[in-house]
C-alpha cells in the first residue's frame, strides 16, 4: 500500500469485475448463477447491499448460511421439483402441441422450433437472441425452449432462463411460464401467481433489450400462466398481465448500487470462500457489507436468519417490519422508541415521538381502569 501526502494511504488498484468478484468468492468455487425467482427477491429489497454483492459474486448464500450457523430451511422439495418437470414435459411434447393448442394453434408443423444449443451462457444467449430475430423475420410461429436471455444487473450480466418464449407472426414475443399448482374453477392461488408474475416480469426486461435492436419485435406485457386444470394434469393457461411488476422490479432493480462501488469499500483480505475461511472469518466478512432486513426476507433469502439475529442484537426496528419503521422516523431502534414513549427522549415536536407518548398515556389509563375495576 503506497501514501500520498494529499490522500493518505491509498488502496491498491482494483481488479478487473469478474476477477475482483472471483476472489470474492473464492478462486476454487464455481459462481452460483442468478434466476429470475432471485432477481424479484433482491428487486423487492433494493437496499441490501449484503445481498447485491453476494448474489452478483456468485456466493453460495444457503452454503454461507450454514457455515454462519443459521440456515434456511426452505425451499422447494424434491417432489415438487420431480412433479415440476413432468408437468413441464408435458405441456413441450410433441413439439409443444398442448401449448400450442391453449393458444388455438391446432397445426403444430406449423410451429418453427428452433436449436437454442451453444457453448456456454454467453453462447446460449447469442444463439437465443439470433433465433429470436430469424422467427421475428419469417412471421409465423416459433417456439423457443428453454431460451437464455441476458439482463444487466448493477452493472454485472445476469443470465435468466425462462420455460419457453412465443414468438407470434406479427412479431410479438410472449413469455410462457410453467407451474405446477393448479387452477382450481379457473383461478390460481393469489400469492403463488403473483409470485410467477414477479418473475415473469423479470423474463420480459431481458427480452425487451433484444427486441429493442430487432425490426418489427415487441414484447407483450401478458404472460402465458401454464398450470395443471383443478386436480388432473390436464394443462390450461391464463394469460397474466404483468405491466405492474414490470414497472416495479425495472425501477428497483436501477436503484441498486453498482457491485463494483459495494466491493470498493470493503477492507483489503475480505472474502466469502465458504470452503477455505473460518466461520469467525466469514461472519466478519458479512457483518463488513450493510444489510437492509426486514421480515419479508424469510422467505426471499438464505441469509435472513443470520441478519434477523443481527437486527436483533442491535434492537433495529427493521424486525417489526416495513411499515412501522416508516412510521417512527429517525427512530431507529426498539430502545430509543420505549424511551421516547416514556418521556426520556426524543423531540416533543417530532410526530413519531408524539404519537408513542400519545399511545402510552392510553395503555396506562387502560391498564388504570382494569385495575380500578378488579379492586371493587
Same mark, same amino acid.
Given at each position: 500500500?503506497?501514501?500520498?501526502?494529499?490522500?493518505g494511504?491509498? %488502496?491498491?488498484?482494483?481488479?478487473?469485475?469478474?476477477?475482483?468478484?472471483?476472489?470474492?468468492r473464492? @478462486?476454487?468455487?464455481?459462481?452460483r448463477?442468478?434466476?429470475?425467482?432471485?432477481l424479484?427477491?433482491?428487486?423487492?429489497? @433494493?437496499? $441490501?447491499?449484503?445481498?447485491?454483492?453476494?448474489?452478483?459474486?456468485?456466493v453460495?448464500?444457503?452454503?454461507?448460511?450454514?457455515?454462519?450457523?443459521?440456515?434456511?430451511?426452505?425451499?422447494?422439495?424434491?417432489?415438487?421439483?420431480?412433479?415440476?418437470?413432468? !408437468?413441464?414435459?408435458? *405441456?413441450?411434447?410433441?413439439?409443444?402441441?398442448?401449448?400450442?393448442?391453449?393458444?388455438? *394453434?391446432?397445426?403444430?408443423?406449423?410451429?418453427?422450433v428452433?436449436?437454442?444449443?451453444?457453448?456456454?451462457?454467453?453462447?446460449?444467449?447469442?444463439?437465443?437472441?439470433?433465433?429470436?430475430?430469424?422467427?421475428?423475420?419469417?412471421?409465423?410461429?416459433?417456439?423457443?425452449?428453454?431460451?437464455?436471455?441476458?439482463?444487466?444487473?448493477?452493472?454485472?450480466?445476469?443470465?435468466?432462463?425462462?420455460?419457453?418464449?412465443?414468438?407470434?407472426?406479427?412479431?410479438?414475443?410472449?413469455?410462457?411460464?410453467?407451474?405446477? !399448482?393448479?387452477?382450481?374453477?379457473?383461478?390460481?392461488?393469489?400469492?403463488?401467481?403473483g409470485?410467477?408474475a414477479?418473475?415473469?416480469?423479470?423474463y420480459?426486461?431481458?427480452l425487451?433489450?433484444?427486441?429493442?435492436?430487432?425490426?418489427?419485435?415487441?414484447?407483450?406485457?401478458?404472460?402465458?400462466l401454464?398450470?395443471?386444470?383443478?386436480?388432473?394434469? *390436464? @394443462?390450461?393457461?391464463?394469460?397474466?398481465?404483468?405491466?405492474?411488476q414490470?414497472?416495479v422490479?425495472?425501477?428497483?432493480?436501477?436503484?441498486?448500487?453498482?457491485?463494483?462501488?459495494?466491493?470498493?469499500?470493503?477492507?483489503?483480505?475480505?472474502?466469502?470462500?465458504?470452503?477455505?475461511?473460518?466461520?469467525?472469518?466469514?461472519?466478519?466478512?458479512?457483518? $463488513?457489507?450493510?444489510?437492509?432486513?426486514?421480515?419479508?426476507?424469510?422467505?426471499a433469502c438464505?441469509?435472513?436468519?443470520?441478519?434477523?439475529?443481527r437486527?436483533?442484537?442491535?434492537?433495529? *426496528?427493521?424486525?417489526? #417490519?416495513?411499515?412501522?419503521?416508516?412510521?417512527?422516523? #429517525?427512530?431507529?431502534?426498539?430502545?430509543?422508541?420505549?424511551?421516547?414513549?416514556?418521556?426520556?427522549?426524543?423531540? @416533543?415536536?417530532?410526530p413519531?415521538?408524539?404519537?408513542?407518548?400519545?399511545?402510552?398515556?392510553? %395503555?396506562?389509563?387502560?391498564?388504570?381502569?382494569t385495575?380500578?375495576?378488579?379492586?371493587r
Amino acid at each position: 500500500m503506497s501514501t500520498s501526502l494529499d490522500h493518505g494511504p491509498s %488502496r491498491s488498484p482494483q481488479p478487473p469485475l469478474r476477477q475482483l468478484l472471483a476472489e470474492l468468492r473464492g @478462486p476454487a468455487v464455481a459462481p452460483r448463477p442468478l434466476d429470475a425467482r432471485a432477481l424479484a427477491a433482491l428487486a423487492a429489497n @433494493p437496499g $441490501c447491499r449484503r445481498r447485491a454483492l453476494l448474489d452478483g459474486a456468485g456466493v453460495d448464500k444457503a452454503a454461507l448460511a450454514s457455515k454462519l450457523g443459521s440456515p434456511a430451511p426452505f425451499g422447494q422439495s424434491q417432489f415438487a421439483i420431480v412433479r415440476g418437470n413432468s !408437468f413441464e414435459a408435458k *405441456v413441450k411434447a410433441d413439439g409443444g402441441r398442448e401449448l400450442l393448442r391453449l393458444l388455438g *394453434v391446432e397445426d403444430p408443423g406449423a410451429v418453427s422450433v428452433p436449436d437454442l444449443a451453444a457453448s456456454g451462457p454467453q453462447g446460449r444467449a447469442a444463439r437465443t437472441a439470433l433465433a429470436l430475430r430469424e422467427a421475428t423475420a419469417a412471421g409465423g410461429w416459433s417456439l423457443l425452449d428453454h431460451p437464455m436471455l441476458v439482463l444487466e444487473v448493477a452493472g454485472s450480466p445476469v443470465y435468466l432462463e425462462p420455460d419457453a418464449v412465443l414468438v407470434h407472426p406479427d412479431g410479438r414475443w410472449t413469455v410462457v411460464e410453467i407451474k405446477s !399448482f393448479p387452477m382450481i374453477d379457473g383461478a390460481a392461488d393469489a400469492a403463488k401467481v403473483g409470485a410467477a408474475a414477479r418473475q415473469a416480469a423479470v423474463y420480459v426486461l431481458a427480452l425487451e433489450r433484444t427486441a429493442a435492436v430487432t425490426e418489427g419485435a415487441e414484447v407483450a406485457h401478458t404472460v402465458l400462466l401454464v398450470c395443471p386444470r383443478d386436480f388432473s394434469n *390436464v @394443462p390450461t393457461a391464463s394469460r397474466v398481465d404483468v405491466r405492474k411488476q414490470r414497472a416495479v422490479t425495472r425501477r428497483q432493480l436501477a436503484r441498486l448500487t453498482r457491485i463494483e462501488e459495494i466491493a470498493d469499500a470493503l477492507p483489503e483480505g475480505t472474502g466469502f470462500d465458504v470452503t477455505e475461511r473460518s466461520a469467525a472469518e466469514l461472519a466478519e466478512a458479512v457483518e $463488513c457489507v450493510p444489510h437492509a432486513y426486514a421480515p419479508e426476507c424469510l422467505s426471499a433469502c438464505e441469509l435472513a436468519f443470520h441478519c434477523r439475529a443481527r437486527a436483533r442484537q442491535a434492537g433495529a *426496528v427493521e424486525t417489526l #417490519g416495513r411499515s412501522v419503521r416508516g412510521e417512527l422516523g #429517525g427512530l431507529t431502534t426498539v430502545g430509543a422508541v420505549l424511551a421516547a414513549a416514556r418521556g426520556e427522549e426524543g423531540d @416533543p415536536g417530532d410526530p413519531a415521538v408524539a404519537a408513542l407518548r400519545r399511545a402510552r398515556a392510553l %395503555r396506562d389509563e387502560a391498564l388504570a381502569g382494569t385495575g380500578a375495576a378488579a379492586c371493587r
